[in-house]
């Protein structure tokens, strides 16, 4: 696992964000990701001494690609330099919910967690249903000190509680929200060692998962919509 050689790549791509560069020097890419995915490889055997659900996947398969879509965006440059990936029992797929993992050079690396995706009607509701119902749990998990030391909710959010739901529900406030998701940022000092750095992320995810956790057993039924 050598950190060294991705944080290089990475911070190479961000220079020359350009296809030119980019086929030029595939080769690197290519040891670059596969740097990653041993990282991903050791960080899930970490992760699969609290969460067996994981252990399935091939790191390979939990990847996204660089390539980014330009289309309706004012930055025109083709590549995120970035290696993320998703880790849950599914895979990939942003629903169940696991453990997400972003490295990309200027201090812009993160651990994150639960649902980001707000653009599933239904997955929203059915958080915000489950929400609505177990209320006193969701606060025990979100308010345990070993959570708060680390982690604070964030999502999209409606300005006002959404029909169908009390106003005054004790739980209001996460009622408005549309996504559910935590944010563990990651300076580019702590990347440089590899095992610290597994270690460190394994355990945050380790108090990131009762969290996952709720999200999941309210998704329980969620499916993907069919394109």
């Known amino acids: 696992m050598d950190m060294q050689l991705i944080i290089d790549y990475l911070t190479e791509l961000s220079n020359n964000n350009d296809r030119e560069w980019y086929h030029a020097n595939k080769e690197n890419y290519k040891k670059a990701k596969e740097e990653f995915e041993n990282l991903l490889q050791a960080l899930m055997m970490q992760i699969g001494t609290f969460d067996g659900s994981i252990l399935h996947n091939h790191p390979k398969d939990l990847t996204f690609k660089m390539v980014r879509d330009t289309r309706f965006s004012h930055d025109k440059s083709p590549y ?35 649902l980001f995706a707000d653009m599933f009607k239904d997955a929203t509701a059915m958080v915000r249903d489950y929400i609505a119902g177990n209320g006193e749990e969701w606060e025990r998990i979100i308010h345990d000190p070993e959570f708060e030391k ?40 702590e990347l440089k060692d590899a095992e610290a750095f597994v270690a460190k992320a394994a355990e945050l995810f380790r108090v990131m998962k009762p969290f996952n956790d709720y999200l999941n057993k309210a998704l329980a039924g969620f499916r993907m919509p069919e394109r």
Do not use: C
């Open 150 to 189: 680390y982690f604070t909710v964030q999502g999209t959010a409606l300005k006002n509680v959404p029909a169908g739901y009390e106003k005054g529900h004790p739980q209001a406030e996460y009622l408005k929200y549309k996504s559910w998701y935590l944010e563990y940022p990651l300076k580019d000092g």
């Open 80 to 114: 995120n330099p970035a290696f993320r990936a998703h880790i849950s029992s599914q895979g990939k797929l942003p629903v169940p919910v696991g453990y997400y993992l972003m490295i990309k050079p200027g201090n812009q690396s993160f651990l994150g967690g639960g």
